[in-house]
């Protein structure tokens, strides 16, 4: 009866196939099969579906930094600090007041 085994290289690849026969306690190569086939055949486009004619070009973002993700961080930030100013204008107090921060007293450093 024999065992066939596979020989992996570092990558984890097969690379030979080998059997074993248990009586002479020795390996030798298999002979090769011929790799099995088959067809792929692509699946075809709903109706209405339209290909594109041209592939859009994206520009690589500089550092991470896009254009339109630094427009909508801009006017988040802008929106947020007129919404603080409307607080502190309305309440009359600060913002750092308001969240329980003693202000006012400076550093308080002994010289």
Same mark, same amino acid.
């Given at each position: 009866? +024999?065992?066939?085994?596979?020989?992996?290289?570092?990558?984890? /690849?097969?690379? &030979?196939?080998?059997? +074993? =026969?248990?009586?002479?306690?020795?390996?030798?190569?298999?002979?090769? &099969? &011929?790799?099995?086939?088959?067809?792929?055949? @692509? @699946?075809?486009?709903? +109706?209405?579906? $339209? $290909?594109?004619?041209?592939?859009?070009? /994206?520009?690589?973002?500089? +550092?991470?930094?896009?254009?339109?993700?630094?427009?909508? =961080?801009?006017? @988040?930030?802008?929106? *947020?600090?007129?919404?603080?100013?409307?607080?502190? /204008?309305?309440?009359? %107090?600060?913002?750092?007041? /308001?969240?329980?921060?003693?202000? *006012? %007293? *400076?550093?308080?450093?002994?010289?």
């Amino acid at each position: 009866m +024999a065992t066939s085994s596979t020989i992996l290289s570092s990558s984890l /690849l097969p690379t &030979r196939v080998l059997t +074993a =026969n248990p009586q002479t306690q020795q390996l030798h190569p298999a002979p090769r &099969r &011929r790799p099995g086939s088959f067809r792929v055949q @692509a @699946a075809k486009l709903p +109706a209405g579906v $339209v $290909v594109p004619k041209v592939e859009p070009k /994206l520009k690589v973002p500089f +550092a991470g930094f896009t254009r339109t993700a630094e427009i909508w =961080n801009s006017r @988040a930030c802008m929106i *947020g600090l007129i919404g603080t100013f409307i607080v502190e /204008l309305i309440l009359n %107090k600060g913002i750092l007041q /308001l969240i329980g921060v003693e202000i *006012g %007293k *400076g550093l308080d450093i002994p010289l």
